[in-house]
């Protein structure tokens, strides 16, 4: 059973596109994210959502929504897409914990080409 | 704001010898601090982690030391094996921050 799950695996699209990618967790956990890693592999925290509430925005363009509408989905929007966009995006989860965020389980990753 | 950064961005070692990363955080309430292997393709995996209540901790090849004072933690990894090439990635976070913020990342390549 995949512990987290995002979809499509792959999107090829024209600027200016609308494109989104579905995410899920069968883990329990209350914490998801959005990560993007870009070509040269750093990975950069968008959005945090603790309970289906948004917690961190790290300054994301407003091009991207994200949408949780129950705690094991996180889904993310991508409006008018643009060539920076091109990267490969990761949901992830965690079990909210005492001490930090607990350790982070990834999600296959979606990589997005924008041509 | 938080940054954690990450050296050496390459590193190439023998088979059989250690590898070792060292990272550095600024936010000094981060008190969670996991390393992540990422192979080619693949999700970030965690290998190990450690809190700010403890000074070392070792599984096996791998330990992670860490110095609260300097703000330093490393990662240290015994009889390389070829398998053990991926990125590896150190990170922290802290209670009540709802993000963990990830050094750039160490291409470790093992040589057989």
């Known amino acids: 059973d995949t512990a987290v799950s995002q979809t499509p695996k792959y999107l090829v699209t024209q600027m200016g596109n609308d494109k989104s990618i579905k995410c899920e967790q069968n883990l329990g956990h209350d914490t998801m994210y959005w990560y993007k890693q870009d070509s040269k592999k750093f990975l950069k925290i968008m959005f945090s959502y603790n309970n289906k509430e948004l917690i961190i925005n790290e300054t994301v363009p407003n091009r991207f929504s994200p949408k949780s509408p129950d705690k094991a989905h996180l889904n993310l929007h991508i409006n008018s897409l643009e060539l920076g966009d091109s990267a490969v995006y990761f949901c992830a989860s965690s079990r909210f914990q005492n001490l930090g965020t607990g350790e982070l389980f990834f999600g296959e990753g979606s990589r997005l080409t924008v041509l | 704001g938080e940054n954690v950064e990450q050296h050496p961005s390459t590193l190439s070692v023998q088979e059989g010898d250690s590898a070792v990363i060292k990272c550095t955080y600024s936010?000094?309430?981060?008190?969670?601090f996991p390393w992540y292997k990422q192979e080619l393709g693949k999700r970030p995996q965690l290998i190990i982690d450690i809190r700010s209540n403890v000074g070392e901790k070792k599984d096996q090849r791998i330990a992670v030391t860490l110095n609260k004072t300097a703000k330093h933690f490393s990662l240290h990894i015994t009889e390389t094996q070829p398998e053990d090439s991926a990125v590896y990635f150190c990170?922290?976070?802290?209670?009540?921050?709802?993000?963990?913020?990830f050094g750039a990342g160490t291409r470790l390549f093992v040589k057989a």
């Open positions: 936010d000094s309430a981060s008190n969670y």
């Open positions: 990170a922290a976070s802290r209670t009540g921050g709802f993000k963990t913020i």
